[in-house]
């Protein structure tokens, strides 16, 4: 009988394995940690989206705010020139003759607008272009329009008279400074029965220059902050803005400081994305670590577990080819004693089919006259013994055939589960036995019995204690027994 030699043991740990594994680790391992960057990243990106998004609100709301009160400023300048250029008093005494008394000394057009109002410039132009009166800064003074507005004057003037009972507004560089300037024909209002006055008619001018304090005032007012002029030429095309386009091309800028709402987010969220991305990184490198420990530790149980595979498939082959050599053939059990397995050599020793005898108690197999083989090997269990027990068989062809059983219980978690064992044929031993022990008392030429078995016959009754049965021995003698046994042979002797 020829068998396959058991394959050799794996080395105890395979490289390619692990540099498969490992490597997928890794490749699982990056992605994720890419991914948590990717993460990161985006976080910080969307708050410093946000952030320039709520810059950007911010600064276009403080452009609508200013341009907003810039316009208020246009039509509350416009209501207060109406009430005083359409008012019958200031008619009488600024159109058809100046009273610069009833005009100043009794505060009727004079330092109230200043001080209340806040109009730097108070003009009143007549009919042939010439100033009549001016307030400057809340004092009476002989300053012309021109002084003020230059070569833009006339134009102003001839565009309010054009205007009757409404007012225009111009905006204006005086001294470098801005200005709201707001003309109005000065009208009779509700005085009837007045002679009418030949020539043109006299216009009221008010104007409004936004100094620095102004500006820092309406800045606090509308949260502008630092609300200025630009300092340089390049200070007035930066961000944020107000711009005033101007008739002669110029333009009045106007510059703040942005509140920046968006660098309170970044410096409060940003610090924690940082740190959350600190704690992920140490968390994803001990788990990396961890993983690719586990991965490798992996691979070698996976490798020790092939090698276990292995070896215990060489076991497998090389105790079959054991059983199958060996004479004995082998035997299984459940506890209550029906076969569960039979090696191959059980075959070919009885001449049975295996699968006939599966599932079928011991005790129709293997017989044996005084016990039960299953009490047989519960006792031997309970008693600490293992003692081979001869037992007897038939084999296929009926043929009564002698067995040498040795069993061993099979226990599992502390329970007994069955019975394992091998079982010898004896018969040619057993029957060589008897022969030995029948020539060893017997001639073997003659088949009688010889001096032994005298000898231990005439013992066994002389020892007899009572000695009630008589014992006879008769010796017989044949003349020239060795001759004719010598001529005819043995038989011919008997």
Excluded at 26 to 34: A, I, K, N, P, V
Excluded at 200 to 222: C, D, I
Excluded at 314 to 343: K, V
Excluded at 410 to 433: K, L, N
Aim: hydrophobic share 45%; glycine share 6%.
């Amino acid at each position: 009988m020829t068998s396959n030699p058991p394959a050799p043991p794996s080395p105890p740990f395979s490289h390619a394995a692990e540099d498969r594994t490992v490597r997928f680790t890794r490749r699982s391992l990056r992605t994720l940690s890419l991914l948590l960057f990717g993460v990161l990243v985006l976080s910080m990106l969307m708050v410093l989206t946000i952030a320039q998004r709520q810059n950007s609100v911010s600064v276009e709301h403080d452009q609508l705010l200013m341009q907003q009160a810039w316009k208020n400023r246009q039509e509350a300048m416009v209501t207060d020139i109406r009430d005083y250029a359409f008012w019958g008093e200031a008619w009488r005494n600024l159109h058809v003759r100046v009273n610069k008394v009833w005009a100043y000394d009794e505060e009727n057009f004079g330092p109230g607008l200043y001080e209340e109002y806040h109009y730097e410039g108070v003009f009143v132009v007549d009919g042939n272009g010439h100033t009549t009166y001016s307030v400057i800064n809340g004092q009476l003074v002989d300053t012309p329009l021109e002084a003020w507005l230059g070569k833009e004057a006339p134009a102003l003037i001839a565009a309010a008279r054009q205007r009757n009972d409404a007012a225009i507004t111009r905006d204006a560089l005086i001294n470098h400074l801005p200005a709201i300037v707001v003309a109005a024909p000065i009208g009779s209002g509700k005085l009837t029965n007045m002679p009418p006055i030949a020539g043109p008619a006299s216009v009221m001018v008010f104007v409004n220059l936004f100094t620095p304090a102004k500006l820092q005032a309406l800045g606090a007012t509308l949260d502008v902050r630092e609300l200025r002029l630009p300092v340089s030429a390049g200070d007035a095309l930066r961000e944020p803005r107000m711009v005033q386009p101007l008739p002669g091309g110029d333009l009045i800028v106007l510059r703040w400081t942005p509140k920046m709402p968006g660098m309170g987010l970044v410096w409060f969220l940003l610090p924690l994305l940082m740190l959350m991305a600190i704690i992920i990184g140490i968390i994803t490198h001990r788990v990396s670590r961890h993983a690719l420990s586990n991965a490798i530790l992996s691979d070698r149980r996976f490798a020790l577990l092939a090698i276990s595979q292995q070896e215990l498939a060489n076991s497998e082959a090389r105790f079959r080819d054991l059983a199958e050599a060996a004479s004995d053939w082998i035997w299984e059990t459940d506890e209550e004693g029906r076969l569960i397995y039979l090696s191959a050599r059980f075959q070919t020793v009885t001449g049975h089919d295996i699968t006939h005898w599966l599932g079928r108690h011991i005790d129709h197999l293997l017989t044996h006259p005084s016990h039960s083989l299953v009490a047989w090997l519960q006792r031997q269990e309970e008693e600490g013994q293992q003692m081979p027990l001869r037992c007897q068989f038939m084999s296929a062809h009926g043929n009564r055939r002698i067995g040498q059983l040795v069993a061993k219980t099979i226990w599992h978690e502390a329970r007994r589960i069955g019975f394992r064992g091998t079982v010898s044929d004896i018969t040619q031993s057993m029957e060589a036995e008897a022969r030995i022990h029948f020539l060893s008392r017997h001639d073997v030429l003659t088949g009688l019995s010889n001096r032994v078995q005298l000898q231990e016959f005439l013992t066994l009754h002389l020892e007899l204690p009572d000695g009630a049965a008589p014992l006879t021995l008769i010796t017989l003698d044949l003349d020239q027994f060795r001759p004719i046994n010598e001529t005819w042979g043995p038989c011919g002797g008997r």
